[in-house]
Every structure is written in C-alpha cells, then in structure tokens.
C-alpha cells in the first residue's frame, strides 16, 4: 500500500539515486528507507508543511533526523533534478532556508518552548538549531564532533536521544554515561515492547 | 527489557532533576574532574550551576561499593551534601583543597555538591 502511494506521488523522481541511476535505498530496523533529494522542489517546503501541521497538533520540538550534513548519506546522483552531482553548497543553502521558516513559523505562533534539532552536530547549522542529537559518549571508535560555535549563537549546547539505551546494543554502562554527562536521555525500542 | 540496574538509574536520574540536579545536568557548566585517577569502572563529571556551586555526579559500574579521593574545591570551609535521587544520603563539614574520601554504592546515580 505505501508502495502504491510512493509510486503515485512521484517518489522516485524525488529522491536520491546511486551514481548508476537505480533509487537509493537502506533497509533499516525492519523497514525499507528512500532518500528525499535536497535538489527537489518537493524538498523546499516538506519540512515547513509537516512542521506546521505538527504545530498545529501542539507539538514544539521538531527533531531532523538522518540529516547527517556532511556525511555520506547526502549524495544524490538524480541527474534529473538539475543539481551539481553529488553533492554542492546547493544542499546547505536548502536546508538553511527549511530551518529558518521553521524558525519563523515558531516565532510567529509565540511558540515558548520552541526546540529545533537535527541528526549529529554540524557548525554549518549551529546558528539555526538549538541541540544535536549524537550517540553514546563512550563510542570513541567513532569521530568525535565538538560543536565549539555553538557557544556563539547560545548559551547551552544540548543533546538529546543519545542511544544511551537501546534493544540489544547499548550496555547500562552507556546508560549512565548519557544521565552523568547531562545528555537528554533517549532509549530506541526500535518496535519491541518495553 | 531493562535491568535491574538500568531501572535504578532511570529512578534516580528521575527523582535527581526533580530535586537539585536540574541546575546542574541541564543547565551547568563542565569542569575539570574533581576526582583524580578514578578507575575506568566509576562514570563521573564535575559540574558547576549558575550560582557557582560545584557538583561532582557519579556512578559506580562495580558489583560491590567503591571509595574514591576527590579534591574539595576553593580554599574555604564548605558544606558537603550527598544525594541519590530526591534524597540526602548524608552531610557534612570539609575544607578547600583537602581530600575527601567517597564511598559510593554499585549502579545507583549518585551527586555531591560543595555550598
């Protein structure tokens, strides 16, 4: 049925494809993902459009996530969309311009707790979004990101959904890493129950 | 499913930001360790609220309780009060730059504050 709908809306012209033209995909905790592409006009308002109905809904904090700005995962090779291939400031100035009228449709409801984050840290947007979800503190096999400039558009740096525990991986020890260090706590069930 | 160990934490974290812990997890700022050479088993950080109170929070990650040496910051006679959760497990008087010896119990989520 979400196949249908996909391929109804025109899906596969909106998303990323592999440099051989075929649609990025990535199969993910029991689910089968596709990309949207940066390049799309779609793209230009999605994050806007849903974020208005979320707020209509009394929602305040709005997370992106897998928008890990500049890892892999931005590469879009859908020669079709006119874009640089694969990758460009293009992709930055979109996703400037989606932060900010999510900003500006916040302010203009008089949002108090207004929250904006997005998937790892990035100086590219730190002046946008006020948290970065990152994973367990005690991952140091992977790189480390300290989002310094952070400090010049906040006054706090905040993390949120670190993983600290999650279904089969995450160990107590990552658990109370994420509470001592003052990470908002986040444990992913990914479907099973509690 | 969380463990025993797990829950414990999640309980004490919980009643910890309904007490005093807020000024610190959420809205403090990191400092250098206050506790020197702490072994790989035992979390902790040194945190400092708005006021300019300093905390130290940590958790054992042995099986049984473990004594640790921290140095009591400044210069001038303090309050020393240990939490786990919302409750005050002890008090007492200590001196700046004196060592103080921590005793602290396995997998719970402990904090001290110097006033």
Redesign the interface.
């Known amino acids: 049925m979400l196949e249908n709908f996909f391929v109804a809306d025109n899906g596969v012209n909106l998303c990323r494809t592999k440099l051989d033209g075929s649609l990025e995909t990535l199969n993910l905790e029991g689910r089968i993902e596709v990309f949207l592409c940066r390049g799309t006009e779609y793209i230009k308002t999605f994050m806007q459009e849903t974020s208005k109905t979320l707020f209509d809904l009394g929602i305040t904090a709005i997370h992106n996530d897998f928008d890990q700005l500049m890892a892999l995962d931005g590469a879009s090779f859908n020669k079709s969309l006119g874009h640089l291939i694969p990758y460009g400031s293009w992709q930055i100035d979109v996703m400037s311009k989606v932060y900010s009228e999510i900003i500006a449709e916040a302010k203009s409801r008089n949002i108090t707790y207004f929250y904006l984050t997005k998937e790892w840290p990035t100086e590219l947007f730190n002046m946008k979004i006020q948290g970065y979800q990152v994973r367990n503190y005690k991952s140091l096999n992977d790189t480390t990101y300290i989002p310094l400039f952070h400090y010049v558009y906040h006054d706090f740096v905040s993390s949120i959904y670190g993983f600290g525990w999650m279904q089969g991986t995450a160990t107590d020890d990552d658990l109370a890493a994420m509470l001592i260090y003052g990470q908002l706590p986040g444990m992913a069930f990914w479907q099973s129950t509690i | 499913?969380?463990?025993a160990?797990?829950k414990n934490?999640?309980a004490d974290?919980f009643k910890a930001m309904k007490n005093r812990a807020k000024a610190?997890?959420?809205?403090?700022r990191?400092l250098k360790p206050l506790i020197h050479s702490a072994p790989k088993t035992l979390?902790?950080?040194t945190?400092q609220d708005s006021i300019g109170n300093v905390s130290v929070?940590?958790?054992n990650?042995l099986t049984t309780r473990t004594t640790v040496a921290l140095k009591v910051p400044g210069a001038t006679k303090k309050f020393l009060k240990i939490f786990n959760g919302n409750k005050l497990v002890s008090s007492t008087e200590v001196n700046g730059g004196e060592n103080y010896n921590w005793e602290i119990p396995a997998?719970r989520?402990l904090y001290l504050i110097f006033f």
Do not use: K, R
Not at chain 2, 24 to 28: A, D, I, T
């Open positions: 499913m969380f463990s160990n797990a934490l999640l974290y610190y997890l959420f809205y403090g990191l979390i902790n950080i945190w929070f940590a958790t990650m997998w989520l």
